[in-house]
């Protein structure tokens, strides 16, 4: 007998070439910088690749601001907005006139949060995930009356774990519609339904979900939604955040921070604080023109490419690395720490492993592909679409079989 490993069964790697031949978002790799071909990026769901359309918005905005100076600003007042506008209906299935790209994730959650709960009488409890991302439970830990719902860590909160927390205490329900660790994909439409029969409103964090799932806010009846922009629709590290709030809701709703660019006739310098009738309520200062030009450059380019086919390639990924992931790692000690059906995920695989640390580490350094490793056990594969390969997906499952051994 030989002591060497048998032929590995599963897709083999002209497979995932064929798939890749026949790839119609295969061309769209070419849009982006790519600096070390060598390495294999699994972290577009952390820090989307740099399109060169955004790098073009971005020098723009330089050469605008070195051009124009103080004058420029006649041109850039209006930017929150009108990039809002530019990825609501491509990205978010949105009307135009309910999106503002502004602040961090972070500040526009704490923002509606604290809006939304203002603006149901009576009711103080925000309810959210155990599970959930930590910035998101701790904002909502900040307002206090936080109520936590406990849903299974691979499949994520069902309508029946939400109703379940319902009652006439309740002001909000915020979720991520695609969880950062599993990459559960909720049911927008059904949870958004159930907080609303409970007299509630609903807030949706769309970090993991724009740029690579079509989202429907305005026929899922929506009411309010924040995500960020430099994961999926690679707008660069630190890039203004999207802000949704439904058009009904928008003069009901008063947001916590006072600010000159949320002011209704911003220029009058007026003595008290009057806040515009509209979505720009919701600013608060001073926008960042260069983070702007680098979300409209990523939505252009994830707009150009659609998201229909960009879902469509998502689930056609995820469903290569579930195949050798049954082949070649479950045998290994790995267990999918995502849900395992395509139709119930986002864009990324977890996978868990007891030496989730080591082999994550291993993977950089010895086999070049960057992955992110999530604390106690978890790797998370980033395959985002435009950007990844199958034979890419290949290789990466081809060189952590061999790490972990
Ligand atoms: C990435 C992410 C954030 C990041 O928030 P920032 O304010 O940009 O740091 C927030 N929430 C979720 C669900 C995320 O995945």
Known sequence: MTTGPSPPPGPDRPHAEALDAADALAAFRTRFADEDPGTIYLCGNSLGRQPMAAARRIEHALKEWAEQLVDGWHGWLDLPARVGDLMAGPILGAAAGQVVVSDSTSVNLYKLAMAARAAVPGRQVVVTDAGDFPTDRYVLEGLGNRRLITADPITGPTVDDVARALDEQ????????????????????????????????????????????????????????????????????????????RTQLQERLRQPIWGWFGQRDQFAMGERY????????????????IGLAGVQGGVEVVAEAGLAAIRTKAVALGELGVQLHRAWLAPQGFALGSPEDGVRRGSHLALRHADAQRIHHALARDGRVITDFRFPDTIRLGLAPLTTRFSDVWDAFDRLRALSY
Not at 209 to 231: E, I, R, W
Not at 274 to 289: A, K, N, Q
């Open 274 to 289: 009057d806040p515009s009738p509209d979505i720009r309520r919701f600013l608060v200062g001073t926008p960042s023109v």
């Open 170 to 245: 309740v002001a909000v329900v915020c979720l991520s519609h695609v969880g950062y660790r599993s990459a559960a994909l909720a049911d927008m439409a059904a949870i958004t339904a159930a907080v609303h029969d409970a007299g509630a409103l609903m807030l949706w964090d769309l970090s993991h979900s724009a740029g690579c799932y079509p989202v429907a806010l305005d026929q899922c009846g929506v009411d309010l939604a924040v995500g960020c922009t430099y994961k999926y629709l690679c707008a660069g590290p630190g890039a203004p955040a999207l802000l949704y709030v």
